[in-house]
């Protein structure tokens, strides 16, 4: 069984809802949740809701036979029986004002799944019926079988809204939600406040639930996942494996470092890679090792504490110095540089890196690597996506790159990846799936370096 929740809009209530629905049927099935498109925020309130790790799907980063096996990959590996999937922003909206890649309609089509459209209600009634109706012809082929009502004022309105809804456009309404401000989620400058922030998440996540029991037909919602029709048969390659070459790789995860896609990591272990997590934050010294992967996060929020810990700082240095292989995204990237905003990091690019008010880098990405490095060859051709506030002094572009950007921003100049000694770090983001060389690429470098 599966279900695609899609809203439409953004700030429709897409987190709380999906959120608060996983966590409820988690108390009689097993659920494996997944998000649509590049976000690290939201999984985590998925993960913290069901107890499997949330799994992102994104037709910019996947064909759709990719899409399919990857699906697949996540609900046997938690050995689930039902398949939530968050969407991202409106149903239709993706890269194009055409086409449907890297929206929830692509993913919805690839997995033949049905759709639950949730809707911000308030102050409709008739008019919520016309927005359903033109959600539904714009693309026939899409199932979309029902309807949430969200912020909606009281009883009245939302018997008038479902009926509308419910004759006008012969589409279920299973559920109509109150408006409660004390539903919303506090936001960082990257999305929502991370789920690793547990206790008071754990509270909010707990009280959306509740909301979806007493509001949310749940009996209407598993008739519906049960409409789904089987997956088309034959899985794809979703990454390269080839690496026999044991090895040790030190990942940074804790509160600063956990950006991180589940399917990054399975990659590197697929090539023989064994993940040792380790603390930039709380450890003294790296652990015994053979390369790191700093991935991204919020080392701008804790950079006072960052700064603080200097045996952490002395040891990276050394790692980097004795020419052992380092990779980092994005918060990586910024550790990793000289300072942030004046306070000391690792220095093992002599760069300062600055918080800024506006985004600096908010973009689907296409890289072609100038140079072999540590994960692609010269001329390849790779996938991403770039979210940061921050920005890096290259001292007008003189920085060593290893990537041509030719879709996004990167660091400066249409450049990314900067290089020294054996360390690359670069603002783009990368999925496994839109980079299926990666994890050969590093697991093969680190054991031939």
Known sequence: MRIVLAGTGSAVGKTTIS??????????????PFKIGPDYIDPTYHTLATGNTSRNLDSFFMDEDQIRTSFKRGMEKSNSDIGIIEGVRGLYEGISSIEDVGNSASIAKALNSPIILIMNARSLVKSAAAIVIGFKHLNPEL???????????????????????????????????????????????????????????????EKWAHVVEEYIDLDALI????????LKEGDAELWKIANKNSLKIGVAIDEVFNFYYKENLESLKDNNAKII???????????DVDALYIGGGYPEIFKKELSAN????????????????????????????????????????????????????????????????????????????????????TENGKANFAFDILRGRGIANNKDGIVLNNTLANFIHIHACSCPNFAYNFTKNVTES
């Open 19 to 32: 959120t608060g629905i996983m966590k409820v049927l988690s108390k009689k099935f097993k659920v494996q």
């Open 143 to 205: 199932k979309i079988e029902g309807v949430i009502l969200n912020y909606v004022k009281g009883k009245r309105h939302f018997l008038k809204a479902k009926e509308s809804v419910e004759r006008l456009t012969n589409t279920k309404v299973i559920g109509g939600i109150p408006r409660d401000e004390s539903l919303t989620v506090d936001e960082r400058h990257l999305g929502l406040v991370p789920a690793l922030e547990k206790e008071k998440i754990a509270e909010n996540i």
């Open 223 to 230: 008739e519906i996942m049960k409409s789904s029709s089987k």
């Open 277 to 287: 997590p380790f603390s930039p934050y709380k450890d003294e010294i790296i652990p």
């Open 310 to 393: 200097e045996s952490m700082i002395k040891s990276i240095k050394k790692f980097s110095k004795d020419n052992n292989p380092i990779y980092g995204e994005c918060g990586g990237l910024i550790y990793l540089s000289k300072a942030i905003d004046g306070e000391k990091m690792v220095n093992n690019f002599p760069y300062d890196s600055y918080m800024c008010q506006k985004v600096q880098g908010l973009s689907y990405v296409i890289a072609k690597s100038l140079n072999d490095n540590l994960i692609a060859k010269k001329g390849e051709v790779f996938r991403g996506h770039e979210f940061h506030y921050t920005k890096i002094d």
